[in-house]
């Protein structure tokens, strides 16, 4: 009698530890996995704060994909927070070597003006590649063509663009 007890307790012990497995499993798929930053304007300077989403299990081009259209999409409504991507801007390819995430954007990334607007474009895109931690460093292509200076306002790009030397969210 004894052992047939022994033997009904260590079964439900091991359904109710499938079941928590299974309920864990559940919850960890729901958890947003992807950093998206927005633009928040300070009155007199402007900074970066990061949103929170889904974006699941991707391959290095899939989610930078993803990310470049969560950037163009913007934030949502209500939130305070800007997107300073045109509408338009697509990613042309993507690739990952050596923990350098190399990005071709579509022309439309460079259009519009004006230094902070461009700054915060730059800064968006940078800190959201480098949200993964497969992520060190960003290459920028723009139309096919690996910039040095973005816009007319003559903004230097670090080619590569390492997260490491950005400790904090930046202020322009």
Known sequence: ??????????????????????IAV?????LP???????????????LEPTHQKAGRLNPEERARRQVEAL???P???SGLATTFPPGTTLLSAALSG??????????FEQGGGTALMAGRLNQLFYTLTQPADVDAVRLRV???EVRVF???????EQPWLRSQQPGLPVW
């Open 26 to 30: 559940r919850t960890m798929q729901r």
């Open 33 to 47: 996995d992807m950093t998206v930053y927005f633009v928040r304007d300070l009155g007199t300077s402007f900074t």
């Open 143 to 145: 139309g096919g063509d």
């Open 72 to 74: 163009v999409a913007g």
């Open 151 to 157: 816009s007319g306002d003559g903004l230097e790009v």
């Open 76 to 78: 949502d409504a209500g």
């Open 99 to 108: 923990g350098v995430l190399t990005v071709d954007l579509s022309r439309e």
């Open 1 to 22: 009698m004894r052992t047939v007890v022994l033997r009904v307790v260590a079964l439900a012990l091991l359904l109710l530890l499938a079941l928590f497995g299974a």
